[in-house]
Nanobody
């Protein structure tokens, strides 16, 4: 059974940092691209960052580029999101997602429908 479990969320002051982790099991996730999405109250789920199965390619939403860093371990089963210089507008539930890697262009990574498996989410709250 495929399972993605996020951890590392919490409450932090503006300007602070958090590191989210996503542990994947039940598949050979080294062949999956991994992404992070977030959803704030009353808003649609939005793309945050993604990393290819090879770890060679990373993608970021414009709102987080330069502040957030996505990475994954060599086995491909754990993906991280290092979040620095957090802002109140980063407050949301953060979701980890996995999508079977293919010869896709960058736009593929930004779409929620590209991902087959999702975690339950972890709350990130940034106070001003």
């Amino acid at each position: 059974q495929v399972q993605l479990v996020e951890s590392g969320g919490g409450l932090v002051q503006a300007g602070g940092s958090l590191r989210l982790s996503c542990a994947a099991s039940g598949r050979t996730f080294s062949v999956y691209a991994m992404g992070w999405f977030r959803q704030a109250p009353g808003k649609e789920r939005e793309f945050v960052a993604a990393i290819s199965s090879s770890r060679r390619n990373t993608y970021y939403a414009g709102s987080v580029e330069g502040r957030f860093t996505i990475s994954r371990d060599s086995a491909g089963n754990t993906v991280y999101l290092q979040m620095n210089s957090l802002k109140p507008e980063d407050t949301a539930v953060y979701y980890c997602a996995a999508g079977l890697q293919g010869p896709y262009g960058s736009a593929w990574y930004f779409q929620p429908q590209s991902y087959d498996h999702w975690g339950q989410g972890t709350q990130v709250t940034v106070s001003s």
